[in-house]
């Protein structure tokens, strides 16, 4: 076991000189006997601008305050042996998988021996092969929205890394959307305040600077740290010199994890940030939490937020104020008028500057917030601080309720032989594509099991989804004799494995019943086969152009073990069926026959599965063709058709939802990262402008955003129970 690096102040007399000139609770580093710092930047994804300033602060604090600076890209470094000569290891902006096994092994083996681990920014974007390595930095990244202006509030006035701070800090930045909260595990300094901005996803609880024992060592991480700009802020520069000094213990902190805070999944906002309003206003109070409050509310008047969504919440916590007439507070969905979920009473407080808190459980709700204001005459009351309460996000391995469509029908001629797919349309690949888009993995090969397949299943994983769902083409063909090894690669990363019955020639009920029976066989025992629990654990076939064939009885043989499904939303064509899909992807943005087909599946006991997109264009793959597309503007044809999906008077509360496509690229349908910088001259589109993001943080734009809709599904499941 290494030794504990909590160090040992070089005097009395030092301890007592310093303590005058510091915040309580933070010791001086400055007698601390001088020590190592090793920085490491490489890269393997989205290199940031700003880590050669990164680098310089990091050497220029190290300068002041009795520490060296080793900076590197070489990950050769991380050995036992080459660890041992340093105190703390930097993660300055570090992107994609740096470290190999050994690697790896050699860092887990430091810090949890006594060293320090500090991670900046894109480190938590950062070995997404190595589960152990998000205990390590706390939470993985899942999105961000454009670089913005928002506000922190400070937690611990104490630690080091955040003694300097007020209560609050407004600053411009790069804020990370993380894929769980880390409150539970680790010991939050700084949040963002959601309400402050636009695009953040965390339910507003969200925790951006951290830090945690690792066993007898010590990680800090801080999501701060985008702009080169940050790095020549003396504040941003005093937070990063604490989170270095605490994680190499040149200075003790209380970091124990757990502690309390806006509760997981809360959302907050000042009253006085409404988006759209009738009658009030904001109004002066000194002693309001951001020095204002919603003021002079009459009775009908409203207010709407439309960075407060109610689907999930469960209760609405508000702090008020009256030394009016009182009233009642009612919380509404969509609209002032919308459904009402709850109401609170605000009885007379004694005075403006005098808050309490009222409280009022919610029904289901689905849409923005709005609170609309009832009672007698005259000014009611004001309202300081409002927080939405909802379930915490579950199923960290994936939603097994969503599944992709995948496709592993592409070849190259160095894997299958010979150009598969991607020449469609009279393209000449490997520059020119039958596809509008292309991919960040260039024309790639479904063979490629090690390179392609296993990239995919990251992505998978990274989507939130838990299923894929598998185009196959009959028996003995190129898919089938591929499905194992996909199977391989899908179970290395807890993603399970659905099938798409596609139209092979010669296919009949009966030739899906012994297909059926065939996969069973073949893959059944398979740690990828995907089974739905709640279902029977029934395994699940989805049959595109099911309408081709008129008699599906034969289907009533698998009833017991598979779940079929028919695509469709004409309910009269569903018989001997299991479920219900309708893979359309331009459907989708105005959901027809949605409803019905959910609520037949409801009262049938059927799955009922619609289908998602995030676009439609196949221009390139099929020349003249007149078929309708979608735009994907950005993600708002994305997000319509999740909130049709979601919404149960659209959408007809789904079992599951299916999303078209993780990788149909001749369809324009995927997920799937498409480059940002394609090859020139052949008039490719990419994912620029995707949820405010740009250049190669576009590129993973749909699979960030699959993954907030997972989350929002499963909290929906989750509340009906």
Same mark, same amino acid.
């Given at each position: ?25 933070? $010791? ?9 710092? @090793? ?38 470094a991380f050995t036992p042996a080459g660890l041992a000569a340093y105190e703390a290891v930097v993660f300055l902006s570090t992107t994609g998988d740096v470290l190999n096994d050994t690697q790896q092994s050699a860092l887990k083996g430091y810090v949890d021996g006594g060293g320090g681990f500090v991670g900046v920014h894109a480190a938590a974007d950062t070995e997404y092969d190595w589960p152990e390595y998000e205990d390590l930095v706390g939470a993985r990244f899942r999105?961000?929205?454009?670089? $913005? ?14 003694? %300097? ?8 930045? +790069? ?16 949040? @963002? ?30 999501? @701060? ?201 009279? %393209? ?73 019955? +596609? ?10 019943v012994d297909d059926i029976a065939y996969l069973e066989g073949k893959f059944g025992d398979h740690p990828a086969f995907y089974r739905d629990a709640a279902n029977g654990d029934r395994n699940a076939y989805y049959v595109f152009e099911s309408l081709k064939i008129q008699d599906w009885s034969a289907l009533d043989a698998v009833e017991d073990t598979a779940i079929v499904l028919a695509q469709t939303t004409d309910t009269s064509k569903v018989d001997h069926f299991g ?21 037949? #599946? ?30 994907? +503007? ?6 319509? +058709? ?58 993973? #734009? ?20």
């Amino acid at each position: 076991m290494r030794r504990s690096r909590v160090r040992r102040l070089a005097c009395a007399v030092a301890l007592t000189l310093g303590a005058a000139f510091l915040s309580p609770g933070v $010791q001086s580093a400055a007698a601390a006997d001088p020590y190592q710092v @090793l920085v490491l930047s490489k890269t393997a994804g989205f290199r940031h601008d700003s880590i050669p300033a990164g680098i310089t602060a990091l050497r220029q604090l190290g300068a002041a305050h009795d520490f060296t600076v080793t900076a590197t890209e070489d990950a050769t470094a991380f050995t036992p042996a080459g660890l041992a000569a340093y105190e703390a290891v930097v993660f300055l902006s570090t992107t994609g998988d740096v470290l190999n096994d050994t690697q790896q092994s050699a860092l887990k083996g430091y810090v949890d021996g006594g060293g320090g681990f500090v991670g900046v920014h894109a480190a938590a974007d950062t070995e997404y092969d190595w589960p152990e390595y998000e205990d390590l930095v706390g939470a993985r990244f899942r999105s961000h929205p454009a670089i $913005q202006e928002a506000r922190l509030t400070t937690e611990d006035h104490a630690h080091p890394a955040t003694a %300097h701070l007020d209560d609050t800090w407004t600053r411009t930045d +790069e804020w990370y959307n993380y894929r769980s909260n880390p409150r539970s595990d680790v010991h939050v300094l700084q949040s @963002l305040d959601e309400s402050s901005y636009s695009g953040g996803e965390m339910g507003g609880d969200h925790p951006i600077t951290w830090c945690h024992p690792q066993q007898e060592g010590r990680s800090f991480y801080t999501g @701060l740290g985008h702009t080169i700009e940050s790095f020549a802020d003396p504040d941003f520069r005093q937070l990063l010199l604490g989170g270095v000094q605490y994680a190499a213990g040149a200075v003790e902190a209380d970091c124990s994890a757990g502690d309390p805070g806006p509760g997981p999944g809360g959302d907050s906002a000042e009253a006085e940030a409404y988006t759209s309003s009738s009658g009030v206003q904001s109004a002066a109070h000194g002693s309001a939490s951001g020095g204002a409050t919603l003021g002079y509310i009459d009775h009908g008047d409203w207010a709407g937020y439309s960075s407060l969504d109610t689907a999930g919440a469960t209760a609405l916590t508000a702090r008020v104020s009256s030394a009016g007439a009182g009233g009642t507070i009612e919380v509404r969905a969509g609209s002032a008028t919308g459904p009402l979920l709850g109401s609170a009473t605000v009885a007379p407080t004694g005075g403006w500057e005098t808050f309490t808190e009222v409280t009022t459980a919610l029904t289901a709700g689905t849409g923005p917030l709005f609170l609309r204001f009832t009672g007698g005459a005259g000014a009611l009351f004001d309202v300081d601080r409002i927080t939405l309460t909802r379930a915490p996000a579950t199923e960290d391995e994936g939603s097994s309720n969503v599944h992709l469509f995948y496709y592993p029908w592409y070849g190259t001629p160095d894997g299958s032989g010979s150009w598969r797919h991607w020449q469609q349309g009279g %393209h000449t690949p490997p520059e020119a594509i039958g596809a509008d888009l292309y991919p960040k993995l260039g024309p790639y090969d479904s063979g490629d099991i090690a390179g392609a397949v296993d990239q995919h299943m990251k992505w998978v994983q990274r989507s939130g989804a838990g299923v894929i769902v598998y185009s196959w083409w009959g028996q003995g063909g190129y898919e089938d004799s591929l499905a194992g090894d996909v199977m391989d690669a899908a179970a290395r990363h807890g993603i399970e494995v659905a099938w798409h019955i +596609e139209p092979y020639g010669g296919r009949t009920a009966a030739s899906v019943v012994d297909d059926i029976a065939y996969l069973e066989g073949k893959f059944g025992d398979h740690p990828a086969f995907y089974r739905d629990a709640a279902n029977g654990d029934r395994n699940a076939y989805y049959v595109f152009e099911s309408l081709k064939i008129q008699d599906w009885s034969a289907l009533d043989a698998v009833e017991d073990t598979a779940i079929v499904l028919a695509q469709t939303t004409d309910t009269s064509k569903v018989d001997h069926f299991g479920g219900i899909y309708t893979y359309d992807g331009i459907a989708g943005a105005t959901a027809p026959g949605w409803k019905n087909a959910g609520d037949y #599946a409801k009262a049938n006991g059927l799955v009922w599965a619609p289908s998602v997109a995030p676009g439609y264009l196949d221009d390139r793959a099929v020349p003249g063709n007149t078929t309708p597309t979608l735009d994907r +503007e950005d993600g708002a044809s994305y997000d319509l +058709e999740w909130n049709n999906a979601l919404d149960p008077a659209i959408g007809g509360d789904p079992t599951w939802v299916s999303v078209t496509s993780f990788n149909e690229w001749h369809e324009g349908s995927s997920i799937e990262p498409a480059s940002s910088s394609p090859p020139p001259g052949h008039g490719y589109a990419t994912y620029e402008g995707a949820y405010g993001t740009t250049g190669e943080a576009a590129e993973t #734009a749909y699979l960030d955003r699959t993954a907030y809709w997972a989350d929002r599904f499963e909290q929906q499941l989750r509340e009906r129970g």
